[in-house]
């Protein structure tokens, strides 16, 4: 699927809004990125990286909720996304996960950039989070059979293994809204414990 195509009707007609970004409202987006940050133990000094960040709102949440951090990047495909981010004061850069050079942040953070893409381009956009990464990535997915000719879904234990061949340590974390899954893939330390 064409992000441009996805995005840009909604992003007309709500723009920098949760709805802009195709979530059904601002307080089922806050509870994925509560959910993303309560698994990571993110601390003063650490440099975040927002993969799909749309128009930032995750730096809005950050200052919103008084959360310590050291540095917030977001990298956007989506030019009309960027610009609104930027004229706000965000660093926010443009930016193909797929293919382009990513910058090395202690932790990646992606909430629903992956929903859209195929299974392919999910494998290449975690894999490359989680590389860029020097402690872990943490993401959501869509839960259940990947039968939707839209959505992207997945199911845990497929992350499991992906988990297993990449190296990561895998957490998941269910349950907090329907058909919706949060992962952090975490970095080994060279004594095999994380």
């Keep these: ?13 709500h723009g920098d809004s949760a709805q802009g970004v195709h979530w059904n409202s601002q307080t089922t987006q806050y509870k ?5 940050l309560k698994m990571i133990p993110l601390s003063s000094d650490d440099r975040l990286v927002d ?8 730096s809005d949440y950050l200052k919103e909720k ?11 495909v989506m030019e009309t996304m960027v610009a609104e ?14 293919v382009d050079h990513l910058p090395v942040a202690d932790y990646y953070l992606c909430s629903g950039a992956m929903n859209i893409l195929s ?6 956009f975690i894999t490359r989070c989680f590389d860029a990464s020097t402690k872990g990535f943490v993401f959501n997915l869509l839960e259940g ?20 061949k990449m190296g ?27």
């Design 1 to 13: 699927m064409d992000n441009e195509k996805y995005y840009s009707d909604v992003v007309t007609r």
């Design 32 to 36: 994925r990125f509560e959910v993303l």
């Design 51 to 58: 993969a799909g960040c749309g128009f930032g709102a995750l």
């Design 66 to 76: 008084k959360i310590d951090f050291g540095a917030y990047r977001g990298l956007e």
């Design 85 to 98: 981010a930027q004229s706000r004061g965000l660093d926010v850069v443009q930016c193909d996960l797929l």
């Design 119 to 124: 299974r392919e381009e999910t494998n290449t």
């Design 145 to 164: 059979d990947d039968d939707s000719l839209l959505y992207n879904y997945w199911r845990p234990e497929e992350i499991e293994m992906m988990a297993e």
């Design 168 to 194: 990561a340590d895998c957490k998941i974390v269910r349950g907090y809204l329907p058909k919706d899954f949060s992962v952090f893939l975490a970095k080994q330390a060279e004594d095999g414990r994380s």
